[in-house]
């Protein structure tokens, strides 16, 4: 296991063009400012995926990348290495032969560790790589020790210890503080929910007080999925160590609380927004977990079709105009404004945002959090962004006429806009705007387009099958059987990458209208929602549920989660 020049897979990352050299010598300084490898430097700094490094690695050293997702490693060699082995080193077994260990590591380097397995295994060693964090959850997989299963013993451990913690929360939190982090059972316990929520690439964390127990539940893929409960009497407990790391009022128990924490889970910074409000049985905590490397997508991942495509990439190039992106909350409505964004970000042109709150930070955007408690709303940040002569404004929500007519205005007078909308469809739209107030003409004059969108469940690629939906559920979800015989539908039976779901990820539908000039015409007319959508389906507008039936039609996602997400409007 011989190793050339240290660094010599940064000149392959160079000549992928993956990074540059102006990068590499800006991870450089941090690695050795902070200590860290230079590696996860890169990684930190959103220049390279653990994945993009590995291969990298694996190309310089002459080793085997293994992508850990598509193996079976056969129970026989994962018992050849002790569990606490395992997690201690961050390796796996992958083969074994003639005596001979094929173990998968992240650094091809680590020569100590190496000549630790040679003895604690007694055999000759190999080594395959994998990113650590790939490697860290298929040792969580094949060992089937889970963050869950470790959470649930500790559970157990405390329904079966005689602690008593109270709902005395300013006494709690103070002891909570005091203690050694790395040893405070409380302090584990809330690590290990939250480090097991991001492990099953939860989106929120809800911790729900009853009158016996306490709640916990994780969203994943946009489902509520229920976790053991701690026991009733850890809620003060829990709740104070949440608000520390909140920075929140750990005494106060009557009014509402909004915090952020900082959590590092493997190589991953993640921001948490905690939402605290008072319930019958005490005090309920949301946590959205934020993670920057969600809205790094551009907009050919969002999943348009081609023709939405080429039409939306046209429009976010126009000048001027209001854009609007509609649908109920947790829709991607961010991920989508973000992602035009970052298409749009260039140094030719300034971009300002308006949002309540920032939840995720956008390199190279001047980004402006909206304070109702100083007066800062959003027509007052839209004002002052006037003046600093922007080409592009997004604005988090139009919630008021005044915002509203504060985004119209700055459209009129050469900018851009984005903004979003609660409802339920992209010609319900133009009906909310003038039913806050807004003049019809204005509506009709400043809007190009608007988007609606929902989130469906994608089915998961290592255990989907072909299957064919009944007769029954085809002419319910009103499919001819011209475009039937054209369609392969597939469905995942269950297995251990999607937690038996048979889903994993979720793809976006879109409904993207255009203000033609019939539209325009119906606008200033105040038609009803239900004239605008027919025209506007007369003139090429896919609805929601048209674009889910033609993925359901690709395979992407199933028929029954389309009819879940949106429903034939009647």
Same mark, same amino acid.
């Given at each position: 296991? +011989?190793?050339?020049?240290?660094?010599?897979? &940064? $000149?392959?990352? =160079?000549?992928?063009?993956?990074?540059?050299? /102006?990068?590499? !010598?800006?991870?450089?300084?941090?690695?050795?400012?902070?200590?860290?490898?230079?590696?996860?430097?890169?990684?930190?700094?959103?220049?390279?995926?653990?994945?993009?490094?590995?291969?990298?690695?694996?190309?310089?050293?002459?080793?085997?990348?293994?992508?850990?997702?598509?193996?079976?490693?056969?129970?026989?060699?994962?018992?050849?290495?002790?569990?606490?082995?395992?997690?201690?080193?961050?390796?796996?077994?992958?083969?074994?032969?003639?005596?001979?260990?094929?173990?998968?590591?992240?650094?091809?380097?680590?020569?100590?560790?190496?000549?630790?397995?040679?003895?604690?295994?007694?055999?000759?060693?190999?080594?395959?790589?994998?990113?650590?964090?790939?490697?860290?959850?298929?040792?969580?997989?094949?060992?089937?020790?889970?963050?869950?299963?470790? +959470?649930?013993?500790?559970?157990?451990?405390? &329904? $079966?210890?005689? =602690?008593?913690?109270?709902?005395?929360?300013? /006494?709690?939190? !103070?002891?909570?503080?005091?203690?050694?982090?790395?040893?405070?059972?409380?302090?584990?316990?809330?690590?290990?929910?939250?480090?097991?929520?991001?492990?099953?690439?939860?989106?929120?964390?809800?911790?729900?007080?009853?009158?016996?127990?306490?709640?916990?539940?994780?969203?994943?893929?946009?489902?509520?999925?229920?976790?053991?409960?701690?026991?009733?009497?850890?809620?003060?407990?829990?709740?104070?160590?949440?608000?520390?790391?909140?920075?929140?009022?750990?005494?106060?128990?009557?009014?509402?609380?909004?915090?952020?924490?900082?959590?590092?889970?493997?190589?991953?910074?993640?921001?948490?927004?905690?939402?605290?409000?008072?319930?019958?049985?005490?005090?309920?905590?949301?946590?959205?977990?934020?993670?920057?490397?969600?809205?790094?997508?551009?907009?050919?991942?969002?999943?348009?079709?081609?023709?939405?495509?080429?039409?939306?990439?046209?429009?976010?190039?126009?000048?001027?105009?209001?854009?609007?992106?509609?649908?109920?909350?947790?829709?991607?409505?961010?991920?989508?404004?973000?992602?035009?964004?970052?298409?749009?970000?260039?140094?030719?042109?300034?971009?300002?945002?308006?949002?309540?709150?920032?939840?995720?930070?956008?390199?190279?955007?001047?980004?402006?959090?909206?304070?109702?408690?100083?007066?800062?709303?959003?027509?007052?940040?839209?004002?002052?962004?006037?003046?600093?002569?922007?080409?592009?404004?997004?604005?988090?929500?139009?919630?008021?006429?005044?915002?509203?007519?504060?985004?119209?205005?700055?459209?009129?007078?050469?900018?851009?806009?984005?903004?979003?909308?609660?409802?339920?469809?992209?010609?319900?739209?133009?009906?909310?705007?003038?039913?806050?107030?807004?003049?019809?003409?204005?509506?009709?004059?400043?809007?190009?387009?608007?988007?609606?969108?929902?989130?469906?469940?994608?089915?998961?690629?290592?255990?989907?099958?072909?299957?064919?939906?009944?007769?029954?559920?085809?002419?319910?979800?009103?499919?001819?059987?011209?475009?039937?015989?054209?369609?392969?539908?597939?469905?995942?039976?269950?297995?251990?990458?999607?937690?038996?779901?048979?889903?994993?990820?979720?793809?976006?539908?879109?409904?993207?209208?255009?203000?033609?000039?019939?539209?325009?015409?119906?606008?200033?007319?105040?038609?009803?929602?239900?004239?605008?959508?027919?025209?506007?389906?007369?003139?090429?507008?896919?609805?929601?549920?048209?674009?889910?039936?033609?993925?359901?039609?690709?395979?992407?996602?199933?028929?029954?989660?389309?009819?879940?997400?949106?429903?034939?409007?009647?």
């Amino acid at each position: 296991m +011989a190793a050339k020049r240290k660094d010599d897979w &940064t $000149d392959i990352l =160079i000549r992928q063009g993956v990074i540059s050299r /102006e990068q590499l !010598a800006e991870a450089d300084e941090m690695a050795q400012e902070s200590g860290m490898k230079l590696a996860e430097a890169l990684s930190r700094l959103g220049y390279a995926t653990g994945e993009e490094v590995t291969r990298a690695m694996a190309q310089e050293h002459g080793l085997d990348y293994v992508n850990l997702s598509e193996v079976v490693i056969p129970p026989s060699v994962v018992e050849l290495v002790p569990e606490s082995v395992a997690r201690e080193n961050a390796i796996l077994p992958l083969a074994e032969q003639d005596g001979e260990l094929t173990v998968i590591c992240s650094d091809p380097l680590d020569f100590e560790v190496f000549e630790k397995l040679k003895f604690i295994l007694n055999r000759q060693i190999e080594i395959a790589l994998a990113p650590r964090e790939n490697i860290l959850e298929a040792v969580n997989r094949y060992y089937g020790q889970t963050v869950g299963e470790s +959470a649930d013993s500790m559970l157990q451990e405390f &329904t $079966d210890t005689a =602690i008593d913690f109270t709902e005395t929360e300013g /006494e709690t939190g !103070a002891g909570v503080e005091e203690v050694d982090e790395s040893s405070a059972p409380i302090v584990r316990l809330v690590h290990l929910i939250i480090t097991e929520a991001v492990q099953l690439r939860a989106s929120d964390i809800h911790v729900e007080p009853f009158e016996d127990r306490v709640r916990v539940r994780y969203r994943i893929d946009g489902m509520l999925i229920e976790r053991d409960s701690p026991p009733r009497r850890l809620l003060g407990a829990i709740l104070s160590r949440l608000k520390i790391l909140a920075r929140l009022d750990i005494a106060e128990r009557r009014r509402t609380q909004d915090g952020r924490i900082k959590v590092t889970v493997g190589e991953k910074e993640l921001d948490l927004r905690v939402s605290v409000i008072p319930t019958n049985h005490g005090q309920s905590v949301v946590m959205r977990i934020l993670d920057k490397d969600s809205i790094k997508v551009g907009l050919r991942q969002l999943g348009f079709s081609e023709e939405d495509f080429r039409r939306f990439e046209g429009l976010i190039k126009r000048p001027n105009g209001i854009i609007l992106v509609t649908g109920p909350t947790g829709s991607g409505k961010t991920t989508s404004l973000y992602a035009a964004l970052n298409a749009l970000n260039t140094p030719d042109r300034k971009i300002i945002t308006a949002e309540d709150p920032v939840e995720y930070y956008l390199p190279g955007i001047n980004q402006v959090e909206v304070r109702h408690e100083i007066g800062l709303d959003f027509a007052r940040v839209i004002r002052a962004m006037l003046r600093q002569a922007p080409n592009i404004i997004l604005v988090g929500e139009m919630r008021d006429l005044e915002t509203a007519q504060m985004g119209i205005q700055a459209s009129l007078t050469g900018h851009l806009v984005f903004s979003t909308l609660h409802t339920n469809d992209a010609p319900s739209a133009i009906t909310r705007l003038i039913d806050m107030g807004v003049p019809s003409y204005l509506v009709s004059s400043s809007v190009v387009a608007i988007m609606a969108q929902r989130l469906v469940r994608v089915v998961c690629q290592k255990c989907k099958q072909p299957y064919m939906p009944s007769e029954a559920s085809l002419r319910a979800a009103g499919i001819p059987p011209e475009k039937v015989s054209n369609a392969t539908f597939f469905k995942g039976k269950g297995c251990g990458n999607c937690s038996g779901a048979g889903y994993r990820g979720r793809l976006a539908l879109f409904e993207l209208m255009l203000m033609s000039s019939k539209i325009r015409e119906l606008t200033f007319n105040e038609a009803s929602t239900a004239t605008i959508r027919k025209t506007a389906v007369s003139e090429g507008m896919k609805t929601l549920y048209d674009d889910g039936i033609v993925k359901a039609c690709r395979g992407v996602t199933t028929l029954e989660e389309v009819v879940r997400v949106a429903k034939i409007n009647e």
